[in-house]
């Protein structure tokens, strides 16, 4: 009997153990997998920061974006690459951002490919990496010959405007802002040109857009040389109809100063809402030097 009761006793103290140890394992990997979870949500918030930064140095100037691997610092209350890497380690451990960039196939001047490489140390024996890539355009410089200009600034006046910085930011259409016709005079007004660098021969304004068809409720786009304070002339007179991808242009004055263009959307809400958006797809001037 007593040895069967000591039998009975250690069958009894292994099971606890392995128990034991099954429960601590769980608990270890719980931790660690929330701990990863939390440093790869992290990594990904510094790789996206490291991309809108490239873009606002792009914006700056594309003569900065050169090819390698840069860090980034502020400088002057503005961003720069410095180095060919950033240390990190205040936010993950032993960690670092480098921002890659790289020509494209077949070589093109006005076109790279930007990675944003985040890596750390999860623990001695294991390195975690995040990596997000883009390729950005020198949108300033379609084609020789040609500056193009965009507005910096908007006035959302009925905050009838979804993503208004959107109508701006990129030259082929591919994000765009949304205005409801659901209102009653000026809707939103983009101002403040870039600053021309040229002596132009020609100069146009351009404007892409789509539209839903409305009720009854209609839209209206108009631009003025005079300030945002100044007379406007329409673009696309008040309507419902609905359209397709569209561009529109107005030849300017080669001598017209940017910094007094405006272009505005102006809605008339004459019945119930109709739900209808114009979508602003680019804005920008041309100038022939």
Same mark, same amino acid.
Request: aromatic share 10%; glycine share 6%; hydrophobic share 35%.
């Given at each position: 009997?007593k040895? #069967?009761?000591?039998v009975e *006793?250690?069958? %009894?103290?292994?099971i606890?153990?392995?128990?034991?140890s $099954?429960?601590?394992l769980?608990?270890l &990997?719980?931790f660690v997998?929330t701990?990863?979870a939390k440093e790869m949500a992290?990594?990904?918030?510094?790789?996206?920061?490291?991309?809108?930064?490239t873009?606002?140095i792009? &914006?700056?100037?594309w003569d900065?974006i050169?090819?390698?691997?840069?860090?980034?610092?502020?400088?002057?209350?503005?961003?720069?690459?410095?180095?060919s890497?950033?240390d990190i380690?205040?936010? *993950?451990?032993?960690?670092?951002?480098?921002?890659a960039?790289?020509?494209?196939?077949p070589p093109?001047?006005?076109r790279?490919k930007?990675?944003s490489?985040? @890596?750390?140390e999860?623990?001695?024996?294991r390195?975690?990496e995040?990596?997000?890539? @883009? !390729? *950005?355009?020198?949108w #300033? =410089?379609?084609?020789?010959?040609i500056?193009?200009?965009?507005?910096?600034?908007h @006035?959302?006046? *009925?905050?009838?405007?979804?993503?208004p910085?959107s109508a701006?930011d990129?030259?082929d259409?591919?994000?765009? %802002?949304?205005?409801? !016709?659901?209102?009653k005079? &000026?809707?939103?007004?983009?101002?403040?040109?870039? #600053?021309?660098?040229?002596? !132009?021969? $020609?100069?146009?304004?351009?404007?892409? !857009?789509?539209a839903?068809?409305?009720?009854d &409720?209609t839209?209206?786009? %108009?631009?003025? @040389?005079?300030?945002?304070?100044?007379a406007f002339?329409?673009?696309?007179?008040?309507?419902?109809?609905?359209? $397709?991808?569209?561009?529109?242009?107005?030849?300017?004055s080669?001598?017209?100063d940017?910094?007094q263009?405006c272009? =505005?959307?102006y809605?008339? =809400?004459? =019945?119930?809402?109709?739900?209808?958006?114009?979508?602003?797809?680019?804005?920008w001037?041309?100038?022939?030097?």
């Amino acid at each position: 009997m007593k040895g #069967q009761t000591l039998v009975e *006793l250690l069958i %009894a103290v292994g099971i606890f153990v392995i128990v034991i140890s $099954s429960f601590g394992l769980f608990i270890l &990997d719980s931790f660690v997998s929330t701990r990863l979870a939390k440093e790869m949500a992290t990594a990904n918030l510094l790789a996206e920061e490291g991309i809108e930064v490239t873009k606002s140095i792009k &914006d700056n100037s594309w003569d900065d974006i050169l090819v390698g691997n840069h860090g980034l610092v502020i400088s002057g209350n503005n961003w720069v690459f410095e180095g060919s890497s950033e240390d990190i380690s205040s936010l *993950l451990k032993n960690g670092t951002r480098v921002i890659a960039v790289e020509e494209i196939e077949p070589p093109n001047a006005d076109r790279k490919k930007i990675t944003s490489i985040i @890596t750390w140390e999860f623990t001695p024996n294991r390195t975690q990496e995040i990596k997000l890539a @883009t !390729y *950005l355009t020198n949108w #300033q =410089k379609l084609s020789a010959g040609i500056e193009i200009r965009k507005p910096t600034n908007h @006035t959302d006046i *009925l905050i009838k405007t979804t993503n208004p910085g959107s109508a701006y930011d990129y030259p082929d259409g591919t994000t765009w %802002a949304s205005t409801l !016709y659901d209102g009653k005079g &000026d809707s939103i007004t983009f101002h403040t040109w870039e #600053q021309t660098t040229k002596t !132009y021969n $020609s100069l146009s304004l351009k404007y892409r !857009y789509h539209a839903d068809q409305g009720i009854d &409720d209609t839209y209206a786009v %108009a631009y003025s @040389t005079t300030g945002c304070a100044g007379a406007f002339t329409d673009l696309i007179s008040p309507t419902s109809s609905g359209a $397709s991808d569209t561009t529109i242009s107005v030849v300017l004055s080669p001598s017209q100063d940017l910094s007094q263009l405006c272009l =505005k959307i102006y809605t008339n =809400k004459i =019945k119930g809402p109709d739900n209808a958006n114009i979508y602003t797809r680019d804005i920008w001037t041309e100038g022939d030097f």
